[in-house]
């Protein structure tokens, strides 16, 4: 770690006075680098001395054989993202071509020098990280980086990104920014030298060695008023006489050494030519530097004007002649403080016609150049805010969503453009305070004169508050305002109906979801994502044709390829109600790791807890919802937490963990209670009821399950009844109340989901086989679990499997009752599903079997242990037999370590013989038809 730095005596091998302690650590950092990789930042105060530490271990790094790619923050592009990675990129041409074509494009693309589907915040960072490597092969590289402060967001997460990364690799890292900016870096940790004055003795020699033709006196007095600021120090003294004056405008200073020096270069400035002045404000206002872009900006021979301001050393054009770089950071502000607005605005309209073929830069210098309200730019800045949240760049759009509206010309227009930013502020980026701020901006009552507005406003006291009445009642309004076009609803239509519907799931009340119905019967069938395909799912999932599922499949396989977030969250929670969510993971993992979508990040957190929850990865899903509450409540998205309390209360209900499951069952309902929202209430009675099964409490767990919905009812706009229902049918035939189980597993049935997903087929037929006649049950059962799919579903599949057991038990079947009881302990056990382990147990027990060591020769074979050899023995490998009983491959193993000396053998190839050696079994009971007797036959219980 670097620490403090003093400035020593006499002179360092760069030249630059007082500087040894520094010169020798930055060449201890240089070695590092170039073996094993290194990252320091320099800081302190403007001018002193940070760039000439920057230059002068470039050139000694050009010195030692390392190559120098350089970089710079500028303050008029903080607002362009991938503005400063853009500059070091574009140094690398050569290694950018050698690139495999996804990290290319992932570059080319994030900054604007291709076209092509919008790559995610880390796959930008790992293609950049992957270009330097590919620079570093032949020798070590240097990346320096000045004005960190000033660098955008996007390029200072890369510039983070890379150095946290540079181990074992042959690459530097060297930044500076200033001491007073907010210290932007400090927070990641990275090594820091501060650069501190110049005391007096290293003052006074170095105006000595570079003024030796003023008096003492002058120079003492030039020390004192520079503060030991080397920059200050050699301004003041090349613009003072022998006299003591400066320039005849008498000895003192009256401010700061950074400004004074300012006001020197910009003196400087000013004495150059006009076509000069000109082309350096180009370059100021442009940023990177680009030849090309200059050239283009200025016209044909524009360049050609720069040859006086590199003669005065205020800039200097780079080796390979592509790009012009100003000598200090003051100076490109020197040249814009001295320049009038109309010039300013010149050199803008300029600059955007060179850039026609890069809109986001474009419609940036368009809004720039243009004062008065102006509708064809307003356009044009959001035609580039689009293009931005394409990109994934939430912050970028809603700066230029922000613009545009404050060039509209009609008041609508400007409503809303700045509540479309608003909305992105708090659904993608997850800025809830700059959301409220802009919609403070926005006149009037919003519901009733804009669409967005109502949106936006509806959306922040639904997830902020929980106020599903009044963000209901401001959609509704705006909604039924709106008219009516042909064909699918248009952006600003679409995101009011995507909130009104998020309300009105929320809330779960048929006050709230029977008017949504009507308007969405307005509209013909959408995407899958859309909002009216996402309310008809709510509304009733077995209306869902296989065509919508094609379609929904469709848009799932292109989410890899797409980055904007809002696309990718709600294709998922269309998918979230019908089991497809695996196919979603990957996009929306890539929505929570690129962190420059926080409000986004929230939903996909959702999304990532509930595939786990449903692949049986418990401790994933419940760390996921932790992970959703703790974030949501920092950010002030109440709702969004309930999701996690319900998602954790499920991880405990199935894990057995009571006290957990009470807890977060108790959290939502102080909630969501006072509020109204139904639909949360509903989700932690099914937590409830899933733990009271767990724990053999049949009479509580059917009190949570008919809260949700009454027996045989499967109400519209309830998915969590449907999810429920084989918690309501078990509850009700354990409790005795097989009449009302039967009604409810007829409901789940001719509710028609079962073609939705293997989970759902799985269910339906669970019900049907638990509430069938005695003779058709073992038919039943046997249908229910040779349905393809359904290992997808660990713990559904358990269920079934200890229903069967049990159902065969209580008809005096214990052999068979055993199979399937020890089916359903070992997938309990190996999910961590303690309570439901336990039941499976107790059962077992209840035929008489008993767990047991290394079996002995000539003692009987367990159920399980029977179904295992005999799998075995026709040639199964232990994996296909752990997939065929829902085991895993090392309890196959297990079986088989205590069959083979029960059946006095030593290997796989004695089996065959020895089970034929083995009493007949008696043969199974009949195997009727499912829905046979179902509403005569009794259910044992």
Known sequence: MWAKSGT??????????????????????????????????????????????????AELAVAKGVRVVRGSGVEYETD??????????????????????????????????????????????????????????????????????????????????????????????????????????????????????????????????????????????????????????????????????????????????????????????????????????????????????????????????????????????????????????????????????????????????????????????????????????????????????????????????????????????????????????????????????????VEGNPAARSLSAAATAGFLVLVTEGDADTAHGLLMEAVEQAPVMPGPPREELETALFTLTLASQYSGRPEHWQPLADVLARFPEAAPAAAASLGRVHHDLGSVTDGMLRRLDEEIARLRDQSDADVVIRTALTASYLDRLPGCREAVSRVIRDGGAVGSSMPALMFVALDDLYAGRWQASAGAADELVALSEETGYHLFAQVGHYVAAMTAAQRGALDACREHCEDIWAWSGPRGLRRLENCAHQAAARAALGAADFETAFRHATAICAPGVLPPFNPEAVWSAPDLVEAAVRSGRHAEARRHADALRDAGVAHLSSRFALSTATVTAMTSAAEDMVRCFEEALGLPGVEQWPFEAGRAHLAYGERLRRQGLNREARVQLAAARGRFEELGALSWEARAAAELRATGMTRTGRGKAGEALTPQELEVARLAATGLSNPQIASRLFLSPRTVSSHLYRVFPKLGITSRAGLRDALEALPPEPPPPGRESCRSGLGTAPVLT
């Open 80 to 441: 362009i993202s991938f503005a400063g990675l853009h500059q070091l990129v574009g140094a690398l041409p050569d290694e950018l071509g050698r690139m495999p074509r996804s990290l290319r494009e992932a570059l080319e693309v994030a900054l604007g020098l291709g076209a092509g589907p919008a790559p995610s915040r880390i796959a930008v960072l790992n293609a950049a990280l992957a270009l330097f490597e590919e620079a570093a092969k032949e020798r070590p590289l240097l990346l320096v980086v000045d004005d960190l402060h000033v660098v955008d967001q996007a390029s200072q997460a890369a510039v983070g990104f890379v150095a946290r990364r540079l181990g074992g690799r042959r690459i530097g890292l060297l930044g500076a920014q200033r001491a007073e900016s907010g210290a932007s870096f400090r927070s990641t940790g990275l090594p820091e030298l501060e650069v501190a004055p110049l005391d007096d003795a290293d003052a006074l020699r170095l105006l000595s060695r570079r003024f030796a033709h003023l008096p003492r006196r002058v120079l003492s007095t030039v020390a004192h008023e520079a503060q030991g600021n080397p920059l200050a120090l050699l301004e003041f003294a090349g613009s003072t006489g022998v006299s003591g004056d400066r320039h005849g405008q008498g000895a003192r200073w009256a401010s700061g050494p950074g400004r004074d020096v300012r006001a020197l270069y910009g003196a400087r400035v000013g004495r150059l030519p006009g076509g000069t002045r000109e082309v350096l404000l180009l370059a100021a206002l442009e940023g990177s530097g680009d030849i090309g872009v200059l050239e283009a900006a200025g016209g044909p021979g524009s360049l050609e004007a720069l040859a006086p301001a590199e003669r005065d050393h205020l800039v200097m054009v780079t080796e390979n002649g592509r790009v012009v770089r100003f000598r200090h950071p003051l100076v490109r502000s020197a040249v814009v403080d001295g320049s009038t607005g109309e010039q300013r605005r010149g050199a803008h309209r300029r600059l955007a016609d060179a850039l026609a073929d890069r809109p986001e830069r474009r419609g940036d210098h368009l809004a720039r150049a243009t004062t008065a309200p102006d509708e064809a730019v307003a356009a044009v800045v959001e035609s580039a805010a689009r293009s931005s949240l394409r990109r994934g760049d939430a912050d970028g759009a809603i700066a230029r969503l922000r613009r545009a509206a404050e060039l509209s010309t009609d008041r609508a227009d400007r409503r809303r453009r700045l509540s479309q930013a608003a909305y992105a502020a708090a659904w993608v980026a997850g800025h809830l305070e700059v959301s409220h701020e802009i919609m403070r901006e």
């Open 8 to 57: 020593g005596t006499g002179v360092g091998p760069a030249g630059l006075v007082g500087r040894e302690g520094e010169l020798a650590e930055l060449a201890a950092f240089l070695d590092m680098a170039g073996t094993d990789g290194a990252v320091l930042l320099l800081t302190g105060d403007p001018g002193v001395g940070k760039t000439a530490l920057l230059d002068a271990t």
